[in-house]
């Protein structure tokens, strides 16, 4: 089964420190989306793409959270600085929107972030 | 702005019983409608889906779910519950208007007792 590939699995950084999340989503797949995870929110939406470009980003703290598509194989999320209420689980997924419709979407394993 | 409902937060099950979670979203359109599981340490996996036509769908899993406009429910079923479906499921809806950014409700954290 095709899947999207998230690195890294875990990180446990620094407050301060810069931290770089990538994805790799499903070939032929026009739509990535950022979710973030946590026990007191459950699932945000940071940022989605389509065909590369941002469509849609209001979810992401701007001053530190920055999300790119430098390629159809590679999704960036990078946070700079980080501070520990950044610590969470973040999730990429990836999706075929067409004009009809959507077929679904696929989630990657997740980064896990812990900021101290 | 659509928005997800899942009343339960926790549901326990005795292994073998069948199992109804509760969805219910708020969305002026018709919707487009997901069912997740998530096993601890793990994403999120597709279960189901409803786009339009029969209301009663069929997932993986031996899951299905109804769509009831007139209750604004999608409830997922399943007849008989297995120790391994113990997991988070979310249910999210999507916005039918061209964005399709699924919303996803807090979850309900399924409990199967031996």
């Known amino acids: 089964d095709a899947r999207v590939t998230q690195t890294p699995r875990d990180k446990v950084t620094e407050m301060g420190q810069e931290v770089t999340m990538r994805c790799q989503p499903i070939l032929g797949h026009n739509t990535v989306f950022w979710y973030r995870q946590t026990m007191m929110q459950g699932l945000e939406l940071l940022a989605y793409?389509?065909?590369?470009?941002?469509?849609?980003d209001s979810g992401m703290p701007k001053d530190r959270f920055s999300a790119e598509m430098p390629d159809a194989t590679l999704a960036t999320l990078k946070i700079q600085p980080s501070e520990p209420r950044d610590s969470a689980v973040y999730f990429c997924a990836s999706g075929l929107v067409r004009r009809l419709g959507i077929l679904g979407y696929t989630f990657g394993s997740g980064t896990r972030l812990t900021v101290v | 702005a659509q928005s997800v409902t899942q009343p339960d937060i926790h549901i326990t099950v005795s292994e073998g019983a069948s199992l109804e979670l509760r969805c219910n979203y708020s969305y002026g359109a018709t919707p487009y409608l997901f069912w997740y599981v998530q096993s601890p340490g793990q994403g999120l996996q597709l279960l189901l889906k409803y786009f339009s036509g029969d209301t009663l769908v069929q997932g993986i899993k031996g899951f299905e779910a109804e769509f009831k406009r007139s209750q604004s429910s999608f409830n997922l079923r399943k007849p008989s519950v297995h120790w391994s479906d113990a997991a988070e499921y979310f249910c999210?809806?999507?916005?039918?208007?061209?964005?399709?950014?699924?919303?996803f409700g807090r979850g309900t954290s399924l409990i199967v007792h031996p």
């Open positions: 793409f389509r065909n590369r470009a941002p469509l849609d």
């Open positions: 999210a809806v999507g916005a039918s208007g061209g964005s399709y950014i699924p919303t």
